[in-house]
């Protein structure tokens, strides 16, 4: 037998074998982005520029949506679920006796029921990909999806209240109240829904502290995370 035949009939034969045992391609997850931030640090600005940027980038890409407050709307919409319901969900909880009462009368599903729509939500939307999920632990509640990219946004108190008093016209001191109440806020509802610390650094890919970083570094800051994640997922 031609020793020279044989080898070359062998490595064909595994070659065809490997390539039959080979896992078929498997589109690499779509990319997403959550934003966890302190009040007045830029959160929703940040979003705005980076949709901006992801989407007038290249023609013809799937165009990038923001979900933040409008993430309640989503979930009853989804649900079939009454517009009202969202006053019953601020980014914390609702009073416990306020939800009480609500469940005794009717008027809406539990309190944990419908946040625990909210998050699932936020899962169907992170794995449908190219949107940015601002607050509402978006970060927690998408654990374990590939594909994302979490961002957290800080900045010293000072700093954040003299935005809002300039913004809104209030004292200094009414603005870091106010700002204070509202961190306080998140870090409740995050504690309350996911067990967790808002203010985790691990919990992130990104912290930024915008008063260091302007928003226009920090949006070339995470798109060139987010590109750089999708060519190794590639």
């Known amino acids: 037998m031609n020793a020279h035949l044989t080898l070359e009939r062998a490595e064909g034969f595994f070659n065809a074998e490997w390539r039959e ?33 992801f989407n007038g980038s290249v023609a013809g890409q799937e165009e990038w949506s ?15 679920l009454p517009e009202g319901l969202a006053r019953f969900l601020p980014e914390d909880k609702v009073p416990e006796v306020n939800a009480t009462i609500g469940e005794m009368v009717g008027l809406h599903p539990s309190l944990w029921e419908l946040v625990r ?28 999806i590939a594909g994302g990219i979490h961002v957290r946004l800080v900045a010293p108190p000072l ?17 870091l109240l106010h700002n204070a109440k509202c961190d306080a806020a998140r870090r409740r509802y995050v504690a309350a829904h996911f067990n967790s610390s808002v203010e985790s ?32 997922a590639a």
């Open 201 to 232: 650094p691990a919990a992130y890919d990104l912290v930024i502290n915008t008063a260091q970083v302007p928003l226009t570094e920090a949006v070339q800051l995470v798109a060139t995370h987010v590109q750089s994640h999708a060519s190794v």
């Open 159 to 175: 700093y954040r209240a003299r935005y809002y008093a300039q913004r809104f016209g209030v004292s200094e001191t009414d603005a």
């Open 21 to 53: 045992s080979r896992s078929p391609w498997v589109k690499p997850p779509a990319p997403f982005i959550t934003i966890s931030r302190e009040c007045c640090s830029g959160g929703s600005r940040l979003a705005q520029l980076l949709a901006e940027k």
């Open 117 to 144: 729509k909210a998050n699932e939500t936020m899962r169907q939307l992170a794995y449908r990909g190219h949107v940015i999920l601002v607050g509402r632990g978006a970060n927690f509640a998408t654990t374990g």
């Open 66 to 80: 923001i979900f933040g407050g409008n993430i309640i709307n989503q979930m009853l919409l989804t649900n079939h």
